[in-house]
């Protein structure tokens, strides 16, 4: 939706913001347990939090999405306006979805807050600094990879393998020259020169970690559960040995308190957490959805890329660890993406098109089937792009329906939540039916490569999982040592239900390499990444940077300008 | 007082703190003028600043110390202690001091927020992330850094020296593995690998400028300015050429607006901006002290290390470029430290020793002098520590009493601000006197080495200032280009006033080598290079952030504990 950019901030600015103490009051959240930053956005206070426990919990709403396409398909956008029409229809709704990554904003990604009439605000902030939780979690980080530095200056008494040293560093920068370096040059005062890098902060196990905790305790424990490096025996050094997971846990302690922000439509919004969908699990915080569960009758979430990454790992690692039970998930298609999937250019996507809508339907069956597998009813949501034709969305419902699966049409980008008043309504009443009987797709006692291949037959549909036996030995060793009942957390290309970014639709028949393993202990996952997975973008040829800066008008508020 | 540290945090934790709205009210900031950050701080909107222009100014008075020794001065002690002693004799006072430093936190250095009884509370949050002022200057000095690197991975149309980038990176953290590094390694998508570095954030040259600035048009200005590498033609490549001064500024608006938080007796503290004392000039930022002076009656300031290089940048970099006039100046002298200035090893402070305090008021007379030649009144403050002996005190009183400085005895620490009572009136008193003449030791016009040679000579007292030709050549070059007006910005050691630490007292006839100049073309002066500058600390052998952790209780207030 890029060309509509420049309308979302303009949109953006003019919105009439309550003061933040407003919409935590409608929560329920007050005084000092309410803790602002400016004027419109808070935090929830941990005491606060934790006197939530036993509370009645809310109806659950995933809202995930067909595989992406440059076509876009407002799964943000959908989130929002669910939550706002919600609201409108006289539920007490909030919506929780993830805080945006600096780095990319300075590169060419746009906002990551919704579009339209269906936005959270204020976008400018939340682009840039927002709450600090970000920049928390890159200091925790490198105060850890400073440590291991130091460990080794001074003697290096947990006899660390320097070749073995798998904790890299970060910062939330699209700087490619920072994949790879060597640290440590410049003769003895400066330590030992060896190879490392860094990843963008999104990336870090840190953020991961935040974003599954429960509550500070937990957090400290998977920070030093964490693996830094392996000794030349090859048994793991963990931040606990380092000692670094208390000093952690104190530069966190605010980050991990959940933000709340509003819509335009004032309906409350937290905004928490942004680990990568491809290395790590792609939701927002589990201390924000609980919170969220706590306090409103619907929480609408949602999950990084497509169903089959981000509802996948939404079920099996966050809503296995973290104990959720999803009521209703939502499936954001548009016409114009299932276009592209039907195979149509994006350059061709101007006229009406039936017959490639109807072949783009296929992307939209699988996901139909994948998500029902985990229990849990599914309703389409159709997000209406102006160029639409009434032949194009009624194929769409027929397709769906023709599935079991009741479509709607939303407009709730151009008209805020009355449009999309038809899909709250059906939301809220499939959610309040407890239908749902959520599972995950794999139990925790399945050996760690049969859950591999589990989703990678039964989401993906592949034919075959490979790997080289290293991979199967590496996974055998985790076993042995206690990790073999975490979940899986695939890293793949988004794109393709396959490992190539091309095969749109409904590829089947295919075969997923799986060129490495890694384990994040304190996540308490283990990744499988199968393709090229980029952890530190760069910039562009004209990075936008180089258009943002402040109004020529110098305006003290809404001085940024990521519109381009 | 190391051995105060303990006491110093349990005050800070049991402080009563008023609402942030009470202390801005106070300085007539209401309703969204003051953006908080919690309960307990907050920024000044740059548009009430704005408004602020014309208004009738308050007394600046600055604090500044003899030679910093292990055994302690006391400076931002005592600049709390008086702004509350002014407060307490019905002055409408505020106090300006710098941000704390994040990563030497978790090294070995304590806070700087003051101590005993005069501090400036949340302590702890000051010692984090605090308002995130910090975490801005290292995204948008790390953003330069990496459009330096992607416009030569892109054609390097700017023709870009590899060899002559002098831009480097910072991170907030003791990291020593980072101060000489290769980047861009693996390959051409990684870009051209080069040497490169990181320092600490606060030496970055976006800190001096956001200290510097009258604005955001001024700040964005001299980013602009500021020089990231040469061409094979030796001339200068600006951040503007590269286009990053105005996403620069939009990364530091909110970090530019000074930040207000309170003294435990509830005396308005602006804290803002930490720049470096020896590569910078180690002062906090022009905004705050200016909207200090448009609020208050009077302000108490410090500066960096010791009179001779702090005061002095104070007032020949900060006081003139932002056209301040200081009205008083007050010198921290401590019995223990005057001690060790005559001689006395650290282990042997315990006794009663008034030949050595006699012989180490050499320092203090020096700096008394000194202070003079810029047309300030000096009155000297003795901050009292629990083993100094009456005729020790005596011995220091008499001193500066026959060099016609006035000396008072002041018990802040363990009282607060009715232990600080007499130096406050005093101060007003003199401030009130309009007695200040200030003017910069050496005008803008002077040639640059003669500027660090009136420095060298009238200030340190060296006998004569030695340089290589190439360092008299690139000055001369600067010169050419336009410089030659900068002030100079002296770095070497804060513990004598000449270049070798060991020498104490008041020496003279030393040599001041200029081992390198560098060029801080956007925050606007000459670096002196008078030995080993360290830019990025390393962490000692047992760092702090391995005892830092939440209290065993869990409290969700004060969980940090950087007592040790």
């Not at 001074?154 to 040293?165: C, E, Q, V």
């Not at 997975?533 to 800066?549: F, H, S, W």
């Amino acid at each position: 939706m890029s060309s509509k950019m420049t309308t979302d901030i303009e949109i953006a600015r003019a919105a009439e913001k309550r003061p933040i103490q407003e919409i935590g009051e409608k929560l329920g959240i007050t005084g000092t347990d309410l803790i602002p930053y400016g004027h419109d956005k808070a935090k929830v206070s941990a005491g606060f939090i934790a006197g939530l426990k036993g509370r009645k919990q809310g109806r659950l709403i995933l809202v995930t999405a067909i595989n992406p396409t440059p076509a876009g398909e407002g799964k943000t956008t959908t989130t929002v306006g669910l939550g706002d029409g919600l609201a409108a229809i006289g539920k007490k709704a909030a919506i929780c979805i993830r805080e945006a990554s600096l780095g990319p904003n300075f590169g060419m990604k746009g906002g990551a807050a919704g579009g339209g009439y269906a936005q959270v605000v204020p976008m400018e902030e939340m682009n840039l600094h927002f709450t600090g939780d970000f920049h928390a979690i890159t200091a925790a980080h490198n105060l850890l990879a400073a440590m291991i530095d130091n460990h080794i200056h001074w003697g290096n008494a947990l006899d660390i393998d320097l070749r073995r040293i798998v904790w890299r560093r970060v910062l939330d920068v699209n700087d490619r020259a920072l994949r790879d370096v060597v640290t440590g040059l410049g003769g003895v005062p400066n330590g030992f020169p060896r190879q490392g890098g860094f990843d963008i902060t999104v990336a870090s196990e840190v953020m991961a970690c935040l974003c599954l905790a429960d509550d500070l305790t937990d957090l400290q424990q998977r920070l030093g559960d964490m693996i830094v490096a392996y000794r030349r025996d090859k048994t793991p050094v963990h931040a606990r040995d380092l000692k670094a997971d208390g000093a952690m846990t104190v530069l966190l302690k605010d980050a991990l308190q959940p933000n709340l922000v509003q819509t335009l439509e004032h309906t409350p919004a937290f905004v928490h957490g942004g680990p990568f969908a491809n290395i790590a699990h792609g939701c927002n915080s589990v201390m924000a959805t609980k919170t969220a569960l706590s306090l409103a009758d619907y929480v609408v979430t949602e999950a990084g890329f497509g169903a089959d990454l981000g509802a996948e790992k939404f079920f099996d690692i966050k809503c296995r660890k973290a104990g959720l039970h999803p009521d209703c998930v939502v499936l954001v298609a548009t016409v114009r993406a299932l276009k592209m999937n039907g195979g149509v250019a994006r350059a061709d996507l101007g006229g009406e098109d039936v017959a490639a809508v109807k072949k783009g339907c296929a992307n939209l069956g699988r996901h139909i089937e994948n998500l029902r597998q985990f229990g849990v009813p599914v309703v389409v949501a159709i997000n209406h792009f102006a160029g639409d034709t009434e032949a194009e969305v009624a194929a769409v419902k027929a397709y769906a329906e023709a599935r079991g699966a009741e479509a709607h049409l939303c407009r709730h980008w151009a008209e805020g939540s009355k449009g999309i008043t038809k899909l709250a309504e059906r939301v809220a009443h499939i959610a309040d039916g407890d239908a749902a009987q959520f599972a995950p797709i794999y139990p925790d006692e399945m050996p760690l490569w049969e859950k591999i291949e589990t989703v990678a037959k039964r989401i993906y549909h592949a034919e075959e999982v490979t790997a080289d036996p290293r991979i199967l030995a590496q996974l055998a060793e985790w076993e042995k040592q206690g990790f073999g009942n975490l979940p899986v957390c695939m890293a793949k290309t988004q794109y393709s239900f396959s490992t190539d970014p091309k095969k749109l639709g409904a590829p089947s028949g295919h075969m997923v390499p799986v060129r490495e393993v890694r384990l994040s202990a304190g996540a308490g996952f283990v990744v499988a990444i199968c393709g090229d997975i980029m952890t530190m973008p760069g910039l562009p040829r004209v990075p936008a940077a180089e258009t943002i800066r402040l109004n020529d008008a110098g305006e003290s508020r809404g001085c940024s300008d990521f519109s381009r």
